[in-house]
Structure formats: C-alpha cells, structure tokens
T-cell receptor, first 110, second 120 residues
C-alpha cells in the first residue's frame, strides 16, 4: 500500500489527452510539499518528467504538464504518442516518512 | 554530465548483508547535494530506501531503518548501501540517484540499476 495513490492503469488513443492522478494526505501533498513525476520506459531507469508540481526539465516536451491542488496532483499528457507508453510515478515528501512514491500507473496507448 | 553507476554482488544468501556501491562521475560528490537509493521489486513500484547528504547525514525509510546503513567515500567519489538480514522480499532492482536540490526535490540523475537477488 503506497502512501501516494495512483490508478494502476490508464489508456488512450494516439492524439488524445490522458491524466494520471496522485492522491496523498495532509502530511505530504496537502502539507504543501512539491510533487514530482517520473516516466519509466520498459527496461530503463525512471526519468524525471515533471519537478516541483508543474516544471519540465530541459528536453521534456510541453505535451507533459503537472498540477497540484489540495492533497492531490495530476499529470496530463496531450497529443498522446506511442512512445509515451510507459509506467508513471509520482513522488513527494512526507513529514513522517520523508521520500514517498506512488504505486505507479501503466499508460497504454491504444 | 553527471553519471551514476551501481555495482554489487548480484546474489546474496538469506540473512546475509547486501552491499552496493554507487560510483559517481562528472561531479564531486563531496561538493553538495543529497544522494539516495531506491529499489524496485520485479514487476512492482518504486520504494525509497534512504538518502545521504554530502556531509554524511543520513535519512532512512522507517520501514527499513533497522537494517540500513549508508555511507560516503569522498576519496573514491562513491556512496554505499548496506542492507542487513536480507530475505527474499529484498530481491529487487536497486537504483542510486541524486536529488536535484533540497530534501524536498526530485531525483534528476539515476543510475541504470543493479539487480540483487536473495536466494540460498
């Protein structure tokens, strides 16, 4: 049971928009700690996709965006492409547990 | 370009200690930043193990704290993880990574991971 809750899977057709939610509590996201998102392609290490809620590292397409509100955060992907098929994880800081990750969401491009 | 490379034994017997090393290149580990270990059991999600500051201060996952020790060797520009009394549940791909800033930031540099299996 992960401290941050994500849907196990989401799917969408090429070109569509999908969102992945990340639900926490008052000791992590709700406390105002930043949320970060990672993309993990099959057989590779996670890659930082969004940092501090809504910032993209250099090289990440602007099709990826993040938001945070209350005790939750979301990752949105627009103009879905086949290469976006991957596992996505959210991460934040928890006042008791320190670094916490979501359970991960598998994105399938139909 | 910052690069991280994990190394370890690959196979560890139950009840023994798993020892892993992360070699850092392209950045002097002693200068700054927090450095961490994250693991991923086969087919499962990511679990934070612990973080070590360049000064040597450590922070551990409460669920693993009694079995984890992390250290820095600035002379070799590497940091290490020891996980004692391992069981099959500790079988996982172990990643080392660097936090991009404070303890509240994300991990922006990752190693490729090293698989550690616990079996007799």
């Amino acid at each position: 049971q992960s401290v941050l809750t994500q849907p196990p899977s989401v799917s969408g057709a090429p070109g569509q928009r999908v969102t992945i939610s990340c639900t926490g509590s008052s000791s992590n996201i709700g406390a105002g700690y930043d949320v970060h998102w990672y993309q993990q392609l099959p057989g590779t290490a996670p890659k930082l996709l969004i940092y501090a809620n809504n910032n993209r590292p250099s090289g990440v397409p602007d099709r990826f965006s993040g938001s945070r509100s209350g005790t939750s955060a979301s990752l949105a992907i627009t103009g879905l492409q086949a290469e976006d098929e991957a596992d996505y994880y959210c991460q934040s800081y928890d006042s008791s547990l320190r670094q916490v990750f979501g359970g991960g969401t598998k994105l399938t491009v139909l | 370009q910052v690069q991280l490379q994990e190394s370890g034994p690959g196979l560890v017997k139950p009840s023994e200690t798993l020892s892993l090393t992360c070699a850092v290149s392209g950045f002097a580990l002693s200068r700054s930043y927090y450095w961490g270990w994250i693991r991923q059991p086969p087919g499962k999600g990511l679990e934070w193990i612990g973080t070590i500051h360049h000064s040597g201060t450590t922070f551990y996952n409460p669920s693993l704290k009694s079995r984890v020790t992390m250290s820095v060797d600035a002379s070799k520009n590497q940091f290490s993880l020891n996980l004692s009394s391992v069981t099959a549940a500790d079988t996982a791909l172990y990643y080392c990574a660097r936090l991009s800033g404070s303890d509240y930031s994300g991990f922006n540099y990752w190693g490729q991971g090293t698989l550690a299996s616990v079996s007799s």
